[in-house]
């Protein structure tokens, strides 16, 4: 099992910038995919970004394509999503997910930070 805390959520005008960090409790870490969601009370939660194990290979919805990263670092149980030229849209409850070896859907998740872009 994983715990997941995320953190670094806030208020920000748009075209600013915020980095959010999910922190990783438990055992064989290399061995999740990780991933940000997002969610706002009239939509679906969102993928926003993935990585694979390696932290090699990330994946991102078109809306944050080139203006979101996702990272991670193996050796201190660290995932990041880095947030560039932030819009109003991208308003929303963002959640850090992780994925186990060998199964298709996100099993473990943090409590969600909140990010809300206005001027």
């Known amino acids: 099992q994983v715990q997941l805390r995320e953190s670094g959520g806030g208020l920000v005008q748009p075209g600013g910038s915020l980095r959010l960090s999910c922190r990783a409790a438990?055992?064989?870490?290399?061995?999740?995919?990780f991933a940000w969601f997002r969610q706002t009370p009239d939509k679906e939660r969102e993928l926003v970004a993935s990585?694979?194990?390696?932290?090699?290979?990330?994946d991102y919805a078109d809306s944050v394509k080139g203006r979101f990263t996702i990272s991670r670092d193996n050796a201190e149980n660290w995932i990041w999503l880095q947030m560039n030229s932030l819009e109003p849209e991208d308003t929303a409850v963002y959640f850090c997910?992780?994925?186990?070896?060998?199964?298709?859907?996100?099993?473990?998740w943090g409590q969600g930070t909140q990010v809300t872009v206005a001027s």
């Open positions: 990585i694979d194990r390696s932290g090699r290979t990330a």
């Open positions: 997910a992780a994925r186990s070896y060998g199964e298709a859907d996100y099993d473990y």
């Open positions: 438990g055992r064989s870490f290399a061995m999740y995919t």
